[in-house]
């Protein structure tokens, strides 16, 4: 194989694919990036056998073939090339040489052969998404996802499809996230999949907002096609829990707060908090409410907010974390949250999405 490229395109092909590899591989072979030469390019690959990603950028090919290498120290000598063409040469013995005019590095890697098969999606049905709005609904989501390894099924968004409509849900079990948008093209089949948070992390990373995105169905596994990238993953096997049962019904007790400045003052009083003394205390009044946080040993604070509240008067603790995560992904200016009582959940409805958040006893 034997090929040119510029630096910063096969920089920034590497940084795509190598954020899947782990540090502690159980093989050596995934720890290395396979390169290979296609019709439009090269393309890299790298996988830890539950996500494979690939990417393909532009070069002068002069010759075709492909080889395996170690890729973050391939990718930390890119970095330190001092000019901008590079050519790649590989030679016997499954050793490759990286080179410019006055600076040469020479890998040793290993054979393509022994690198894992990526899954292949021939014959599929491929539903197409625009980014730009699967980047929003993911951006609602996922910090939601449970990292609880005993709950597997919940370390990933369910991605529920049916007809012209796509839902995206998360929880932990102490909150509860469901985004919900039209699609342009439809589909006859009711799509339920589970996929895991590293691939979402990976996903997330590569859409833009702009292009769409091809998801393609197979045996326990799916493929996002954003074009030059691919991802392929396992699902999570088994099954999600029913969100609609606790989704709780439309309520008239509201407050009606700027979402910016709500937001500001949960991060202020989040400043005081401490793993044993999370709560933030919200106390509602006749349109205004009092922010504030007591923590033993470290000080206490209180901040008053101008609201729109006309409910009886009620005091009630939140993870203030749990509030950061969705007020800075909303993009309302205003928002309403609805909250009944002590013990019940806090609900934010916004344009087909649902937050709903459990409440913290308050000491």
Known sequence: MKFKADKT?????????????????????????????????????????????SCVIPVQTQEAGAITVPAKRFGDIVRELPADTVSIN???????????????????????????????????????????????????????VSFDETRYILNGILFNINKNNITLVATDGKRLAIADRKIKQGTDKDMRIIVPIKTIHELNRNLKDDTEVSL???????????????IISRLIEGEFP??????????????????????LAVKRA????????QAVKFELFKDRMVVSKSTPDIGESREE????????????????????????NIQNENIEFELT???????????????????????
């Open 270 to 277: 989040a400043l005081l908090s401490t793993p044993d003394y």
């Open 90 to 144: 590989t030679k016997k013995n499954n050793s490759m040489v990286v080179e410019m005019e006055s600076c040469q590095f020479k890998i040793m890697g290993l054979p393509r052969e022994e690198f894992p098969k990526l899954p292949e999606f021939q014959n599929k049905e491929a539903l197409k998404l625009e980014q730009g709005v699967l980047k929003q609904m993911l951006n609602l989501t996922s910090f939601a």
């Open 9 to 53: 395109d096969l920089l920034n092909g590497i940084q795509t694919v190598q954020n899947v590899i782990t540090t502690k591989a159980a093989l050596p072979i995934l720890s290395n990036l396979l390169i290979e030469t296609c019709e439009e390019g090269v393309r890299l690959s790298a996988t830890d056998l539950d996500i494979g990603i």
């Open 341 to 363: 009582d002590t013990e019940k959940p806090g609900v934010i409805r916004v344009d087909g999405y649902i937050y709903i958040v459990l409440p913290m006893r308050l000491s």
């Open 305 to 328: 907010v101008g609201v729109e509240y006309k409910g009886k008067e009620m005091a009630i603790g939140f993870n203030p974390n749990y509030l950061i995560d969705v007020l800075k």
């Open 216 to 230: 393609i169905l197979g045996a326990n596994q799916v493929l996002f096609d954003l074009g030059q990238v691919m």
């Open 242 to 263: 029913d969100y609609r049962q606790v989704i709780p019904a439309l309520s008239e007790s509201k407050v009606k707060i700027e979402r910016e400045q709500f937001l």
